[in-house]
């Protein structure tokens, strides 16, 4: 990086924030401060919901994974805008009616104390872990790649966030994340047409995707019933419902954002975007990656995308075999790229079976360089920490600042630290709204004013954002980062929304019923998380399958309704 | 005949209440499974 995007990286995220918080000066009371000043429109509450769930490890990870596996994990998605739809029609107005401010304001309502904070603790366990992994993740690549201090990256965008987020309440968060949003599409969208430009004239994007094709990387839709592979349709559509239902419609980082829409119409309006749009944004970045793979079968690339790991370990003792391993890699891409010119000259020649020779010989090449890349990462990951044989998470990064202009890098760099901060931001914001409402004014001090409650906030969530620092400090991550992130949410969201769904539909059960059987549910999950080789995205359906079924079990045990405030639902 | 309450007005054109709205997300949604389905199929 030069001045140039120094500059572009500094000024655009500076001025953001500033404008966020002068625009949101002035509102001092609790209810703007948790929950927005009610005037929000849907555009912003849809960017808002969007910029909360798309961190920086989507768009620095999964263009990773694009490369790697193809398009396989859009999958992910394909549950996204039914659960939307379930929230918007029964979640949203129940929430709306009662004018919470928190999701699990409402299990309390609806049954009792106890579970109110039960579903309190289960998001702030896994939410202030996933806050920790939200701040280190893109941290950690962006100071491996561009030599600076991880401790002091961590905390200098750690403390920004908390700055903003502290001063302005939700609006302002908000209004950040509508701006961020704004300039992560501008760079994904650059970097994607600047990547076409650098692919070799000759090729058409129609050659791009048969080249992609052929080594398996558009293969989006997998109809195998196989519960040990990690994504596939039914997978996606199942437990990506669950996993997105609970996300949306419980987690109080997503219920925040739309609880201050200016009416129900403009907040369903607003969860209606992210139904429509999230798949073809997934769909997109993956696509990148996939873009990303087809140029370096022409361009050489690194053996292994994370050069400072790789470098560390030629200068430490391995030096001599990842050379000749280097040697081999090279010698193995030659061989490809030119099998690829031959079945790319067969393709426009229209010889189908020279195609198919040239096509077969280009798959064996590639063998080759993948046998290659692979002992380098066995040896990485026996001489090194567990983290440094996993270089999916370079591969955007090491293109963008091997082959794009400066300028365009500033631009790249400024989307992932605002992706960072804007998912960083509405996490704590919720963070310190639970904390706030479920647990201090619940339980330590119900009877103070509005004006302590606002200040208790502005603590907590500054206290969140200091232990999300802190937990980032001393994180080392083995999995690709965003695959960890849908992990731990997968393995607490499913119970959680196993509670609310009973809050929702089985009307007779109680709030005793449904406490002991959430934890019962949760001690199952972790039960089988480790032992069962499964996709996570199962356990979300496991989890609140399980809640659902216990807590109807022990209702009839206990014999009759517990809980108080059953009225105040539909 | 009763006017919808401003909540249940979507004021969308051509989907007039939420039911409107959700089945044309659905439609949307299952539009991009298949078409994603076929670009698999198309560049084997």
Redesign the interface.
Known sequence: MNGLDYAILVVTMIAIAAYAVWQTRGRSDLSSYLKGSGDTRWLTIGLSVMATQASAVTFLSTPGQGYESGLGFVQNYFGAPLALIVVAAFFLPIYRRLKVYTAYEYLGLRFDPKTRILGAALFLLQRGLGAGITIYAPAIVLSTVMGWRLDVTIICSGLFVVAYTVAGGCDAVSLTQKYQIGVIFAGMIAAFFVLLSKLPHALTFGDSLSIAGGFHKLEAVDFSLNMDRRYTLWSGVLGGMFLAMAYFGTDQSQVQRYLGGRSLRESRLGLMFNAVFKIPMQFFILLLGVLIFVFYQFERPPVFFNKAAWNYQVAHGEGARLQTLKAGFDSAHDDEKARLQEWMDARHSGNAVAEAAAREAAAAAHGRVEDARSQTKAILKAAGPGSSSNDSDYVFIDFILDYLPHGLIGLLVTAFFAAALSSKAGELNALGSTTTVDIYRHLVKGDASDAHYLVASKCFTAFWGLVAIGFALFANLSENLIQAVNILGSIFYGVVLGMFLVAFFLKRVGGTAVFWSALAAQALVFVLYATLPISYLWYNVIGCVACVIFSLVAQTMIGSVGGKGAEAHP | MMQPQ??E????PGLRT?RQ??VA??V??VA??VL??A??R???
Do not use: C, E, N, S
């Open positions: 401003d909540d007005k979507t004021g969308l939420w709205v959700y997300v659905i949307v949604f991009w499974v994603l389905a670009l698999g198309a560049f084997p």
